[in-house]
């Protein structure tokens, strides 16, 4: 897009990392087979606290569960870190490994996140605060935004996300779109763009004209 506004944008999980990390030793596109040499179906379970017994054994969906519980990389600039998702689907009972819904590349590293319903209902105005801080442009100056939330996150707190989304137009004062997708992309500055899962992406655009490059 090219335009002589004034734009910022941001790009979140949204989710508090714990304590647990690994890299990829083996993954092919949208699969990991192996964390630190070992099948990734009983690292994950036993990162999670085991609460995926029953389906490692069953090899069913464990996409509603896992949305609270993604694999990331993690990535930094200056003094922020910056969080990709993938969301994990489901266990092969034949090898051991993880299916997720993006890619995790072989050789990365990769941590356990966590998120409650609290942090993803606040998440639409976190991103937008954020988003607004990072080139300094005022609520006043919004001509308009487009905001994208994971319906993979979305549908675990769907009966409060709404609340959320109006005191994003609160804090707005302007007109936005938005949607809840199944993988999102965003650019981390210095890294370059990205497809993660379970993420939130929020662009504004504003009235006036940009003193400075975008990029």
Request: aromatic residues 14%; positive net charge.
């Amino acid at each position: 897009m090219v335009t002589k506004l004034k734009i910022t944008y941001g790009y979140m999980s949204g989710y508090s990392s714990l304590k647990y990390s690994g890299k990829v030793t083996k993954s092919i596109g949208r699969r990991i087979y192996e964390i630190d040499g070992k099948p990734t179906a009983p690292v994950y379970n036993t990162w999670t606290g085991g609460i995926f017994e029953e389906q490692i054994k069953t090899g069913e969906s464990i996409l509603g569960p896992a949305s609270f519980f993604p694999l990331a990389q993690k990535f930094t600039v200056g003094k922020e870190t910056y969080w990709v998702s993938v969301h994990p689907s489901r266990f092969d009972l034949g090898d051991g490994s993880l299916e997720v819904f993006a890619e995790a590349p072989e050789g990365s590293d990769v941590w356990l996140l966590e998120g409650t319903p609290d942090i993803l209902i606040e998440r639409p105005i976190r991103i937008t605060q954020a988003a607004l801080g990072k080139f300094k442009l005022k609520p006043r100056d919004v001509g308009f935004g487009i905001l994208i939330y994971c319906a993979g996150t979305m549908l675990p707190v769907k009966d409060k996300i709404g609340d959320s989304i109006k005191r994003v137009y609160e804090i707005l004062k302007a007109p936005f779109i938005g949607a809840f997708t199944f993988g999102e992309q965003g650019h981390i500055k210095g890294y370059g763009n990205f497809h993660g899962n379970l993420m939130a992406d929020v662009v504004l655009v504003s009235k006036k004209k940009k003193r400075f490059p975008f990029f």
